[in-house]
């Protein structure tokens, strides 16, 4: 037993004498910023991979030509939620679009019509909510902020990248959803002049009014935005909680009888017996009144 001891004792001394000698050589601080520099990657990947997604598709657009204007990260009023972010916004006369990009890669799945998506990397899988539902949205927005509700040649692009793989199994009606190497093809399918020059110097001049260079300005309208979109999951989250309260208190109405105990004044629920369903006083076993509940009074 001793020797059992002395033996895990030397074994964790000789681990202690080890970690104290990496302590004090010279790799030992090379390792650390090594650590910390990868955790730090690892944490900033999302938002890195995000950038890197921006910057390809600005790339991408700038190849479209003269005829056509790009707007980047425009935030537009909306009179309900404060802000309203796209991601890009392409204006000619063959047309305007509205476009969402998706920095995603694995197999995405979804439906036009339902109101998640599902990514799936490996076995895991992750929903997002339904892009073309999103983008509708702003399209909408869009269309309110340059007073022209009515104008029909707008046109929603949903742009996956090009490390995601589309497993649909429905085209899309309302939307076109892409990866970004389609772009420029999607976009320059529609040729025919459909918006007047007029028309579309009036939504660039519109659109140019909400371009902050500034930083400082950028942060506060994404901020804004956040607190916007905060506020309206706390609205629809309120109004599930209001919707879920309704039904139990639906639920609780069937199965309380509106009439107090006329022995201990308590409360009739609804109780299943031996012989069915009946109504119980709440004070059980103090007080054993029951109703039937096809007849309209019963004692027992």
């Known amino acids: 037993m001793n020797a059992d001891n002395n033996m895990m004792s030397g074994f964790y001394e000789g681990i ?18 090594f650590v910390i520099l990868s955790i730090i990657l690892q944490w900033k990947m999302p938002v890195l991979k995000g950038k890197y997604g921006e910057w390809v598709v600005k790339s991408k657009l700038r190849n479209l030509g ?31 679009f509205v476009i969402e990009t998706k920095h995603y890669s694995g197999w995405i799945f979804g439906d036009e019509y339902k109101p998640y998506w599902t990514q799936v990397i490996y076995k895991k899988k992750t929903k997002m909510h339904n892009p073309i539902r999103q983008n509708y949205g702003h399209v909408q927005a869009l269309l309110t902020y340059i007073g022209q509700e009515d104008m029909q040649d707008v046109h929603s692009i949903i ?8 497993k649909f199994k429905k085209d899309f009606t309302s939307a076109h959803v892409i990866q970004f190497p389609d772009l420029l093809t999607t976009i320059s399918q529609y040729k025919e002049h459909f918006i007047s020059e007029a028309t ?59 009439t107090a105990c006329p022995k201990c004044n308590g409360n009739l629920a609804l ?25 309209d009074r019963q004692s027992v």
């Open 16 to 33: 202690l004498i080890a970690i104290k000698m990496f302590i004090a050589s010279s790799v030992f601080p090379f390792v650390v910023i």
């Open 66 to 96: 003269d005829a056509y204007t790009v707007f980047h990260d425009v935030y537009i009023p909306n009179g309900e939620r404060g802000l309203t972010q796209v991601d890009h916004i392409v204006t000619s006369v063959y047309g305007v």
């Open 159 to 166: 742009a996956f990248s090009s490390n995601s793989t589309l």
């Open 271 to 295: 109780k299943i017996g031996r012989y069915g369903k009946f109504y119980g006083c709440s004070h059980y076993p103090t007080c054993r009144y029951t109703e039937n509940v096809k007849v």
């Open 200 to 258: 579309v110097k009036g939504t660039n001049e519109k659109l140019a009014k909400l371009l902050v260079i500034d930083k400082n300005d950028r942060k506060r309208l994404k901020a804004e935005h956040m607190r916007s979109v905060r506020r309206a999951k706390g609205a629809k989250l309120t109004a599930h909680s209001y919707t879920r309260h309704a039904k139990n208190v639906s639920r609780q109405d069937d199965s309380i009888l509106h």
